[in-house]
């Protein structure tokens, strides 16, 4: 008579529970940071939908799509919206051109000067807009040069400037300095290196700084106060607006404006990623 020997019953193993520990905490701070920072574009974007009774648009009265069809009801507003945006365009295109001559050559060579040429360009980026809003209206009106369009753009490239050639100079550090050696030992010389070989590779750089600059100036109000004479951009239209109350038309463009923005981020994301090879 044979016998079998049963091994006794294990229950199995517990999963080990997950400890909510530094990572995770962390993690819901870094989310709580984020929702206070978007609450107020949400906060904006609700209220491009809300259909106030009176002048005042700080209550919620009801929903309707009216100001969307009446964005430019208000000819004032307009005007200044397309002065800001004109200003924007102008002044980023110079500060692109400029920035990205600036930047590549402190991140391509080691001059005399350099030093100071840093210098000056962050403590642009670090100076209070009083003290250049200032500065430059002392510096316009000594010149004798009438305040309007053209000084407000000149000011928007001086501050914008700076933010350009930071990025494109971070990009030129990490250049890989023998593709351009070689384009050099194929017989090109030191323009057409630059512009077949160098310039397509900083391109994303210089596109983030002319966005960046754009964005500057779109919604820049301290400068632009002390620059703009008699003339109107959409920050100081929404500034002198706020006495007798803001129309939904203003956060209907402040959507418009964000939506533009988030839709460009996406499509440059969406180019900057790496094409997949077929097998």
Known sequence: MTTTLERPATTPAKAPRKKFGGVQLMH?????????????????ILFGFNNPSGRYNQTWQGFTLKWYTQLFALDDLTSALILSLVIAIASSVISAALGTGIGYALGRYRFRGSGSLNLIMFATMSSPELVMGASLLTLFVSLGIGLGPMTITIAHVMFSISFVATVVRARVLTLDRSIEEAAADLGANGWTTFWKVTFPIIVPAVLSGFMLAFALSVDDFVVTNFTAGTSVTFPLWIWGATRVGLPPQVNVMGTLIFAAGILIAVVTNLRSRPKKTAD
């Open 28 to 44: 819901v701070y870094t989310w709580l940071i984020i929702l206070w920072l978007v609450l107020p574009i949400f906060v904006m």
